[in-house]
Antibody, heavy 117, light 108 residues
Framework: QLQLQESGPGLVKPSETLSLTCTVS??????????WGWIRQPPGKGLEWIGS???????YYNPSLKSRVTISVDTSKNQFSLKLSSVTAADTAVYYC?????????WGQGTLVTVSS | EIVLTQSPGTLSLSPGERATLSCRAS???????LAWYQQKPGQAPRLLIY???SRATGIPDRFSGSGSGTDFTLTISRLEPEDFAVYYC?????????FGQGTKLEIK
């Protein structure tokens, strides 16, 4: 069974870039079964899809975040990464990584990223 | 972008009762691309239903999904204490994903 683990700083200053990595185990990120994606959840609020990447590198982003988001993949490390630039307090959230089919079958445990000076 | 609207926002019921949660889409959604999740405090969401009506692995048969087009429903036939949580619907279309705002199912 797939397992995913998010890693990265838990505190980011306003206007800086948030960077997270998701390490996949129990399966290959080069599997054709899934896109690999990021979903976030501000404290006490709902879920928001950030973007997705295929192992080949093709990407799709949420239009509301597209100008600030970059998702990349490293198949040699079985990892994919998120960069979100020019962050504000509104970007404070639990960030989840997940394999994406038509639904989200598996979720990472999530990592809280707080934007604060 | 397809917007999903869930109702009610909060549903207060007692164990043993039947729960009916609604998810309405702003445009037609393929049934294959509609899912439901359960989320408990401090936990990641858990997939309950995919393809509008198929239960995910290990999900009890008291959970069922139905609907098509723009109107979808999650039904919990007989509430157990562990079912009180927040429920989200989600759709996939044009390589984009959107979630409803959630329904909180609380103990009455």
């Amino acid at each position: 069974q797939l397992q995913l683990q998010e890693s990265g700083p838990g505190l980011v200053k306003p206007s800086e870039t948030l960077s997270l990595t998701c390490t996949v185990s129990g399966g290959s990120i080069s599997s054709s079964s899934y896109y690999w994606g990021w979903i976030r959840q501000p404290p006490g609020k709902g879920l928001e899809w950030i973007g997705s990447i295929y192992y080949s590198g093709s990407t799709y982003y949420n239009p509301s975040l597209k100008s600030r988001v970059t998702i990349s993949v490293d198949t040699s490390k079985n990892q994919f990464s998120l960069k979100l630039s020019s962050v504000t307090a509104a970007d404070t959230a639990v960030y989840y990584c997940a394999p994406l089919g038509f639904s989200v079958d598996y979720w990472g445990q999530g990592t809280l990223v707080t934007v604060s000076s | 972008e397809i917007v999903l609207t869930q109702s009610p926002g909060t549903l207060s019921l007692s164990p043993g009762e039947r729960a009916t949660l609604s998810c309405r889409a702003s445009q037609s959604v393929s049934s294959s691309y509609l899912a439901w999740y359960q989320q408990k405090p401090g936990q990641a969401p858990r997939l309950l239903i995919y393809g509008a009506s198929s239960r995910a692995t290990g999900i009890p048969d008291r959970f069922s999904g139905s609907g098509s087009g723009t109107d979808f429903t999650l039904t919990i036939s007989r509430l157990e204490p562990e079912d009180f949580a927040v429920y989200y619907c989600q759709q996939y279309g044009s390589s984009q994903y959107t979630f409803g705002q959630g329904t909180k199912l609380e103990i009455k």
